[in-house]
C-alpha cells in the first residue's frame, strides 16, 4: 500500500488546490479529523483533507474525489461522512484513479492495486478492470457535473 510519506507531496498539494481544497497534516500520534474510517484514513472537514504521513494515497486521493464530486450545499457542510449515492461513489472511484495517472509517483497500475489490496469491489473483480471495460457511467456522470470535459478530460471544476 502506497503512502503519503513515500510520495512527494507538491503533486497532491498542487492538484487538490485547483479544486480548492486544502491539506492539513496530522501527527502520527493523533486521529485523524473528519477520517470515516478511522485509524490512518484520510478525513474530510469541509474543503479540508486531513492526513497522517501513514495515510494511503488512495485514502487521499479517495476523499479529495469525494469533495469534488458533491454538491456545494453538502461541502459546506462536510465533516466526516461524505455521503452520496452509488453513482456519486463510482464517480469518486473514476475521478481518483484519474488522478492517480497524472500523479508521476502512483499512476492508475499502482491506485488500481492499491484500491483491490484495501477492499474495494466491483463487478468484475478489480479496480482496473472495472475502470477499463465498465465505468462508462461514472465517466459519464463526471461529465455532466463538469468535472471531465466531452472528450474525459479534467476541467478542474467541483460539482
Known amino acids: 500500500m502506497l503512502l503519503i510519506n513515500a510520495v512527494d507531496p507538491a503533486g497532491l498539494h498542487e492538484l487538490l488546490a485547483r479544486y480548492g481544497i486544502g491539506i ?3 501527527a502520527s500520534d493523533q486521529a485523524i479529523p473528519g477520517s ?3 485509524e490512518s484514513e484520510a478525513g474530510l472537514v469541509g474543503s479540508l483533507l486531513c492526513l497522517r504521513e501513514d495515510t494511503p494515497v488512495h485514502s487521499a486521493l479517495h476523499e ?3 469533495c469534488v464530486c458533491m454538491t456545494t450545499e453538502r461541502r459546506a457542510a462536510l465533516h466526516t461522512d461524505a455521503g452520496g449515492d452509488t453513482a456519486e461513489e ?3 472511484c473514476y475521478l481518483q484513479i484519474e488522478w492517480a ?3 508521476p509517483e502512483i499512476g492508475r497500475q499502482r491506485i488500481c492495486s492499491d484500491m483491490d489490496s484495501w477492499g474495494y469491489s466491483f463487478r468484475l473483480g478489480g479496480a482496473a478492470v ?3 471495460q465498465d465505468a462508462a457511467d461514472a465517466r459519464v456522470w463526471l461529465i ?6 466531452a ?3 479534467l476541467t478542474y471544476a467541483s460539482r
Open 24 to 26: 492539513k497534516y496530522i
Open 36 to 38: 470515516f474510517w478511522g
Open 64 to 66: 479529495g474525489a469525494h
Open 90 to 92: 463510482n464517480a469518486v
Open 101 to 103: 495517472a497524472i500523479l
Open 130 to 132: 472495472w475502470y477499463e
Open 144 to 149: 455532466d457535473h463538469g468535472i471531465l470535459d
Open 151 to 153: 472528450q474525459g478530460a
